[in-house]
T-cell receptor
């Protein structure tokens, strides 16, 4: 069945460091891909999405490119801030199935 | 406007008891989803509603789990004869409509269920 694999956390970085959180997927068909973020004490919220191969989703300085050839959707940010500390979830959906598949989440901690 | 709300925020119950978890979606959102997040696990998709209809119940873990939605708004997830392995955070989300699953989902804060 469909699945999403994320790198294990926690990831600890200093402020202004470069961030990469790896995400790979297994899916039939042509899924859409998402990154959701959960800040401390808050509910999950959509960070960015990409609906077809080579699309780049971006928001708040974060980017992820849908790579069909490597079945990946890695999250990147050039310069992290303390306020980026959160848990990040990679997810996919095969359109028409309405069933989202989430990864286990990666906790990011940014130190001042 | 108000976001998705869930109640209770925390529920501690004894093994074998029934529990009801409630979700109030954003007004006007026709699609509603339930997930379970166990410790160290990702979000596990349980069920979705379009209006009051739940076309696919296959994600529910066992026949002890059921969900309903009335009036196209509030949804209730019921767990009968709770077991310790049911302990988890139960999350609800809503979106404007299904739109092939591509509409942004807005998540509630969750209900933390602990079964002793």
């Amino acid at each position: 069945g469909d699945s999403v694999t994320q790198m294990e956390g926690p990831v600890t970085l200093s402020e202004e460091a470069f961030l990469t959180i790896n995400c790979t997927y297994t899916a039939t068909g042509y899924p859409s891909l998402f990154w959701y973020v959960q800040y401390p004490g808050e509910g999950l919220q959509l960070l960015l999405k990409a609906t077809k191969a080579d699309d780049k989703g971006s928001n708040k300085g974060f980017e992820a490119t849908y790579r069909k050839e490597t079945t990946s959707f890695h999250l990147e940010k050039g310069s992290v801030q303390v306020s980026d500390s959160a848990v990040y979830f990679c997810a996919l959906i095969n359109p028409g199935t309405y069933k989202y598949i989430f990864g286990t989440g990666t906790r990011l901690k940014v130190l001042a | 406007g108000a976001g998705v709300s869930q109640s209770p925020s925390n529920k501690v119950t004894e093994k074998g008891k029934d529990v009801e978890l409630r979700c109030d979606p954003i007004s006007g959102h026709t699609a509603l989803y339930w997930y379970r997040q166990s410790l160290g696990q990702g979000l596990e998709f349980l069920i979705y509603f379009q209006g009051n209809s739940a076309p696919d119940k296959s994600g529910l873990p066992s026949d002890r789990f059921s969900a309903e939605r009335t009036g196209g708004s509030v949804s209730t997830l019921t767990i009968q004869r709770t077991q310790q392995e049911d302990s988890a955070v139960y999350l609800c989300a809503s979106s404007l409509d299904l739109a092939g699953g591509l509409n942004e989902q807005f998540f509630g804060p969750g209900t933390r269920l602990t079964v002793l």
